[in-house]
């Protein structure tokens, strides 16, 4: 009886003291033994490892050309640089996302255009974008959002008809397939992140990659200060064009090498606990569960959850605060979870349209672009009803931690009524 009242109200926890969830990544002897030899050698800036990491992950995904950063919001502001966007140009995308999908595209002085999500994928909606297109606009950047590849078909026709180039954010999706094919070869361009919650962590870090030579070095002359040198120049230490500074260094590249060398197999391991997972809460009333089809297979990234809306709607239960009250009944749980804020558009950057002061970039081309949020109404709903976690299914968690963490779900999900509503 305890076990079954929610431990909020005085319940025992369903995740008990012997379960343990553990923290991506696991750390193995490989990679002590990969980043000490890094640091025993004497290139400790753009070293051996980059390099190495640049070969091997190019390899790994089928790309040409692959550049290490420092961030993924770095790589994918190369992409941006790539196609050759520029002041005032537009790039559509997602409405639902992390803060760079959209920042990167403001990074390089150009404007976001937003488009309203799929409901099931969460993904930006192909049957939208058309209506986005303007005689400004140059790319389309999808997103891959959680760890699952966009529905691509319909998105890279719209761009071939209308002469855009396709970026693919694919930061949280390393080693997602579309038909069979790995995101990150499916447009021009692509940005993946070595962020720690990755699938692939370097700590920080990102990777620049395209088959394209001619976008690759587009992308590559911002690199590193300003390295946009006609043929003649020397190193004369002269500025040709504006440069940031977004090159990685040897440490972090060992890192993320030696976690590349075994990402089939954490990805396989994640996946596996993914889709046990989504076995065990199969037919929880209330749940809608995660996202991945054949065509369109989950990497293992993340978990999300939605809360049906029609269950809050009929209660009377402002959606995002049902999900709140769900998020802290699941914590005493024992189970960590979060609530998502990436309604890009609703942003208080895009809601002042200023981002570097004085209105720019917007005052380029765009002042009077709308960002009001009702115009994403999909995107809000599952921003309202998402909760999320990334660390309790990733190995070496495996059938013990998922299993506890599917109890404390089902157990949520079954006391609905009894979840406490927070105030606003
Ligand atoms: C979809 C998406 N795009 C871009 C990024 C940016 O990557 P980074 O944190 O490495 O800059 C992230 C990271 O969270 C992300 O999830």
């Known amino acids: 009886m305890a076990k079954q009242q929610l431990a909020l109200l005085g319940g025992e926890p369903a995740v008990g003291p012997d379960i343990q969830f553990i923290t991506w990544p696991a750390i193995t002897q490989a990679d002590r033994d990969l980043v000490l030899a890094s640091l025993d050698q004497d290139k400790h800036a753009y070293g051996p490892h980059v390099r190495m990491l640049e070969e091997e992950f190019a390899v ?12 993924g919001t770095a790589a994918l502001h190369l992409c941006i640089a790539a196609c050759g966007i520029g002041a005032g140009d537009e790039v559509i995308t997602t409405a639902l996302s992390w803060t760079s999908s959209a920042s990167s595209i403001i990074h390089h002085s150009a404007i976001p255009v937003f488009v309203d999500v799929d409901w099931t994928s969460m993904h930006m909606d192909p049957a939208k974008i058309e209506a986005a297109i303007s005689e400004r606009s140059k790319a389309i950047l999808v997103v891959h959002y959680w760890g699952v590849s966009c529905d691509m078909d319909p998105i890279l ?35 993946f992140s070595l962020n720690q919650n990755k699938n692939l962590c370097g700590g920080e870090g990102g990777l620049f990659v395209s088959n394209d030579e ?65 076995d065990l809460l199969e037919g929880t009333e209330n749940l809608t569960p995660a996202f991945s089809t054949d065509e369109r297979p989950t990497n293992g990234y993340a978990y999300v959850w939605r809360v049906d809306p029609a269950y809050a709607k009929k209660r009377g239960i402002p959606l995002r605060l049902m999900t709140k009250g769900i998020v802290t009944a699941l914590g005493a749980e024992g ?24 209105g720019a970039p917007w005052t380029y081309a765009r002042p009077e672009i709308s960002y009001d949020v009702a115009q994403f109404p999909v995107a809000q709903d599952c921003v309202d009803t998402c909760l999320w976690n990334i660390n309790t299914h990733r190995p070496p968690n495996g059938p013990q ?24």
């Open 60 to 71: 790994w995904n089928g790309n040409k050309f692959c550049m290490a950063t420092n961030s």
């Open 157 to 191: 026709d719209i761009a071939r008809r209308h002469g855009l180039a396709v970026i693919e954010d694919a930061c949280q999706a390393h080693g997602a397939t579309y038909k069979g094919r790995k995101v990150g070869t499916l447009g021009n361009v692509a940005a």
């Open 214 to 278: 001619q976008c690759f070095n587009l992308g590559r002359r911002v690199t590193a200060f300003s390295d946009m040198r006609p043929a003649h120049a020397g190193r004369d230490y002269d500025d040709y064009g504006l440069g940031w500074m977004y090159r990685t260094s040897d440490l972090p590249a060992a890192f993320a090498l030696s976690q590349l060398r075994k990402l089939d197999d954490t990805n396989a391991q994640a996946r596996e606990n993914w889709q046990h997972l989504c």
């Open 335 to 358: 189970v960590p979870m979060s609530i998502a804020n990436w309604l890009l558009p609703a942003h208080a950057v895009f809601q002042a349209k200023n981002a570097f002061g004085g």
């Open 401 to 424: 931690q998922v299993e506890a963490l599917a109890a404390a779900v089902r157990k949520v999900f079954e006391n609905l009524g009894n979840v406490p509503i927070p105030e606003e």
